[in-house]
């Protein structure tokens, strides 16, 4: 488990364990700096291990004014190497949870370090530009619905609006009055616009099946109770501008170079699994990973709601 804990009265950063690469690796590369910063039993703590460190726990030291950060960790990691030259003085180095950790580590490290400097570090903004202008730049989202909305309990009470509506009663103003959706009532029922699959399939069917200025002619039955319901305007949905959706496309050509460089490492090594169960659990996991890597890019990513 890798974990920081606040000291509240010496407002120190404590007993950070070893696992400083958890997680993903994508996260930026630790800075090359050999600088030494303290020494503890004739151990260096660099400040590429205090800048490492910084990274990995940003989330945990944003409360931390910018000053006293790298104090703060430098403290932690020495009180972490004190504790470790005790460990080891102990005989930890023979325990087989030690050596299963180290292990585990020693991989994770490796595959960190090499993803970073063959995956991260070589993309570049002209392929994540190429893969906006492929995957969405080209894509026509759906149409979005701009609708309004009567929420009532009985099928009755929605059946007597659609009665008033007909009559030349005011959409806005009978939402406001009866309507029990807490969320649009107010608003005369306005929901705004959405797109395929926002609301739940009744609604979206119903709305789907109206033109602008059309009202439902019969009540709408959903999980919430009975809709009568207005489509206000229709629009086609533009696609995302580039600045909107530049990460997410990052994270879809460094998925794609991740996977492509992991089949290739695949193809040169043995894989044994000896128990029946998790050999067919994994085969299953690989078939899928193999389907997902092949399939074209899901639709492209959505729009901020006006």
């Given at each position: 488990m890798s974990f920081l804990i606040l000291s509240s009265a010496r407002k120190?950063?404590?007993l950070i364990p070893a696992l400083l690469l958890a997680g993903v690796v994508l996260a930026g590369p630790a800075r090359a700096d050999g600088d030494v910063l303290a020494r503890v039993n004739?151990?260096?703590?660099t400040k590429a291990e205090v800048d490492m460190a910084m990274d990995?726990?940003?989330?945990?030291?944003?409360?931390?004014?910018?000053?006293?950060?790298?104090?703060m960790v430098l403290d932690a990691l020495i009180d972490m190497h004190v504790v470790a030259d005790a460990a080891a003085a102990s005989g930890v180095k023979d325990d087989p949870k030690y050596k299963a950790r180290i292990s585990f580590l020693d991989a994770q490290a490796l595959r960190n370090t090499y993803l970073e400097d063959q995956v991260q570090a070589k993309i570049t903004d002209d392929e994540i530009k190429a893969r906006y202008e492929k995957d969405i730049a080209g894509y026509t989202p759906p149409e979005e619905v701009h609708a309004r909305h009567i929420l009532v309990k009985t099928e009755d009470e929605a059946k007597a609006i659609i009665?008033?509506?007909a009559k030349g009663g005011d959409f806005a103003k009978i939402a406001e009055e009866k309507s029990q959706d807490p969320g649009s009532a107010k608003q005369g029922g306005d929901l705004g616009f959405f797109a395929a699959g926002d609301m739940v399939p009744e609604f979206e069917k119903a709305?789907?099946?109206?033109k602008p200025g059309?009202?439902?002619?019969?009540?709408?039955?959903?999980?919430?109770?009975?809709h009568v319901i207005k489509v206000e305007?229709?629009?086609?949905?533009?696609?995302?501008?580039?600045e909107d959706?530049?990460?997410?496309?990052r994270q879809l050509v460094m998925r794609d170079k991740y996977l492509a460089l992991l089949d290739k490492a695949k193809a040169s090594e043995k894989v044994d699994i000896l128990d029946a169960d998790l050999k067919k659990g994994y085969e299953e996991i690989s078939k899928n990973q193999a389907g997902d890597a092949a399939a074209p890019a899901d639709a492209a990513p959505a729009a901020p709601k006006p």
């Open positions: 120190s950063l404590r004739g151990k260096d703590i990995v726990f940003g989330q945990q030291l944003a409360q931390v004014p910018d000053g006293a950060k790298q104090s009665a008033d509506l709305a789907g099946e109206l059309e009202v439902t002619k019969t009540p709408v039955k959903t999980q919430f109770g009975f305007d229709i629009r086609d949905a533009a696609p995302p501008k580039f959706v530049e990460q997410q496309v």
